[in-house]
């Protein structure tokens, strides 16, 4: 790649945020389905760049009534060079509480250096910049150095079916040499990050049942079984206090990771009280025993409860025993671990637990395998250079907590090394309210990507 | 009282009907301030149907920017003769949740000889049917049998400050020779049922805050503390799953009833099963080992979790690890308990059992002494007598496990005797969806109060 492409880019900052806000004013919320039009219209927004830029074959590959599109687009005109196949997702999570937003979710707002908006880093700023990386080698020198496939899907908040049944069924479409994915974060600030693990998901609803309907507390109280409370209960049976999970056979797979890898964790800019005290503004760290932080995150399963939803919660006091409470409750996994195994061993506790009185019922909402790749082939090398030209600095490797079921699936599917560059910060507020991207990363993201296109053209 | 009364109350069975129709429109729901207008207009109501009646000094008595007003009237033309404090309540429950209602809360339906609406018996069918009484009374022979004082209040299920407030400050005004209260409920179908003791109240919302912020269950999952999961430990600290509440001191001052009272109890036509499976459409009875069912209900403590607020509840999965959850708590007490006392034992212990990591606070809504009234007085059996004429059937003696704590506050401020006699149904489903009155109780109360009235002027 010549300096064409880097000119383009340097010129056109103001250009890369109009359309960044324009793309994060759209409230694509997967999960709601009063957003279904929103959804659709993030779709063609995604559709309409990939055509700008000069791709072929761009459509939006549906998957049904209760699916959300792909978009698809290909510049395969390199013969000889690899393919990659870039991801990225245009849905965004929903944005309650909404009062604790400082500027309202989707009307984007730069303040300090950072654009807020609900989906600014996770994950259409990222997208984004993948898309203008792209965009940048083509307007500046007229071609890529490399083939090109975008695969941008729309449900990654909900659980990503509809991407999972596409990457099985057509394979052939998808092929490649391997798979970019930009929808993680950087260690540290100015700290350029490869993330070589994730930790997979099951995330469950747990419904109780006690009475047929909602008993009045004063004239049932003392005979009725409270779903409340058993819901309590089978929490506290599920993990303990002291972080330990209660499921049996739930650890049965886990592994320490290597004392290289360990090794490197130790040598990573961490502040355990920053993190504590700064990062999540908590009084302490909860969690095992023996296991160091970075451990617990990356490389130790969890369970986690988001919400219990039913009885009373509106203002005042009503005395209501409710008939049914229902936890949202999810676990992560460690690569070692099968999904499909861990839901039967948590729905077969569940059972074992339910108290007296209560019927139980688990519901699925969604699962994906943990996933490490190794960091010893060009594609991640690559990788690591081009962040490194681009921030000046070392690249530095690490595991992530959260979930990315897609990297585990083109791993499996398209048998390809799947490399995880990411311009997130750790204090982006992903998932929460006042989630921000930082805007020199997103400027320097494009330029990343632009310089990995190069390198692998070489 | 002649016949022409009762002539009165045969003849005007739709007017009834017609009139606690308009009044069960009005969605007068003290706890939500947006009904603010709903409950001043059930207010004029009420005041209306005193003027209506030929009532004196009647007004509406105001407490201030966050008070519901009490509404006042009296006839006092029968000198020498008792004075009879006659309450009941026009505010209702919230009607949540909503789906769940057959005909919409503040629709009233009739079905099966009973009418649906949110307050058909809780409380406003038993407030007007006092009224009625008196007003056939009044129209059918021109006069009362005896005195008669209306204190009828809007913040029953909010906790009653405004009427606390004002029985403490107006005892003169109030004064009589005994309190009626008509919100409560026959132990059976066909069986006239006073009311002798009812459990006191504590309802609490307890706070947790875990990290500064909402976090990413991913990225912080396995070292941030969940608010959720310190909630759920909380209320299994609070009390067991054998149905024990473990807040140290609690239960030093219950006693057990009098073996009377007991063998009582054991005499009442209760079917433990139908109980179980008609009634509250359960399939187990829980709470702790030892004392009977009745007993659990109206003689000893009870802790209950009527929601928790806070994280995600909506549809799909949202993986975060919320900041807040606030759990509502309450416990009923029985007659020695204090509930001054309780409040402090309990906030001790949850400061004790607050997880590391977590920040507690706790929020005291409203509180309530329960009572217990002695059987053997003239306003007690006059009130059985006048019950058993109407129905035909020997009066019976319970307890409540609910809490008026009104009649606790009568009794100690005024020095009266208070008489509970209630016309609701085991099945009415108060504060639950769908709530109903029996309509031949509604009718048979007016007339009981009326047989009452006239027992009294004897």
Request: charged share 25%.
């Amino acid at each position: 790649m010549g300096t064409s492409a880097f000119e383009y880019y340097k010129a056109n900052h103001d250009q890369f945020l109009t359309g960044l806000t324009d793309l994060l004013k759209i409230p694509s919320i997967s999960t709601l389905p009063e957003h279904k039009p929103d959804i659709r219209r993030a779709a063609e927004f995604i559709a309409g760049e990939l055509r700008g830029m000069g791709f072929d074959g761009v459509e939006l590959i549906e998957g049904g009534e209760d699916r959300h599109p792909l978009v698809y687009g290909e510049w395969m005109k390199a013969p000889g060079k690899p393919t990659l196949l870039i991801y990225g997702h245009y849905d965004v999570q929903p944005p309650d509480p909404l009062d604790e937003w400082k500027s309202p979710p989707f009307e984007p707002d730069v303040r300090d250096q950072n654009i807020y908006a609900r989906g600014a880093v996770d994950d259409k700023g990222q997208t984004y910049l993948l898309m203008k990386a792209v965009e940048g080698c083509l307007k500046g020198e007229g071609q890529l150095p490399i083939n090109v496939k975008f695969l941008i899907e729309g449900e990654e908040e909900m659980g990503g079916e509809h991407i999972e049944a596409y990457v099985r069924q057509a394979p052939d479409r998808l092929k490649c040499s391997a798979a970019l994915i930009c929808d993680t974060e950087m260690f540290a600030p100015e700290l350029p990050t490869l993330t070589t693990g994730l930790r997979g998901l099951v995330y469950t609803e747990l419904e109780a049942r006690g009475a047929g309907h909602d008993l009045h507390s004063g004239m049932y109280g003392g005979a009725a079984p409270n779903p409340f409370q058993a819901v309590a209960e089978m929490i506290v049976n599920l993990k303990g206090p002291n972080g330990k999970i209660r499921i049996p056979g739930f650890y049965k797979r886990v592994t320490k990771p290597s004392a290289k890898e360990l090794a490197a964790w130790k040598r990573l800019p961490f502040n355990e009280k920053n993190f504590m005290k700064k990062e999540m503004e908590a009084t302490a760290l909860v969690g095992e025993k023996g296991p160091s932080v970075l451990q617990r995150l990356w490389a130790r399963p969890t369970l986690e409860v988001h919400g219990i939803r039913g009885g009373f919660t509106g203002e005042g006091a009503k005395t209501v025993i409710p008939a049914v409470a229902t936890a949202k409750i999810s676990m992560r996994l460690v690569p070692e671990m099968d999904p499909k195994e861990v839901i039967k061993q948590y729905t077969a506790y569940v059972k074992k637990i339910t108290p007296k009185g209560i019927a139980t019922k688990v519901r699925v909402l969604s699962q994906a395998p943990a996933s490490v790749v190794s960091t010893e082939n060009r594609f991640i090398e690559a990788a690591a250079e081009a962040m490194e030209q681009v921030f000046k600095k070392k690249t530095v490797y690490m595991r992530s907590g959260g979930s990315i079921p897609i990297a585990g699936l083109f791993h499996e599917i398209l048998g390809v090394p799947v490399v995880m560059m990411g311009f997130g910060l750790p204090d982006d507020n992903l998932h929460a309210p006042n989630e921000k991207f930082y805007l020199p990363n997103f400027y320097r993201g494009i330029e990343a990507v632009g310089k990995y296109l190069a390198l692998l053209g070489q």
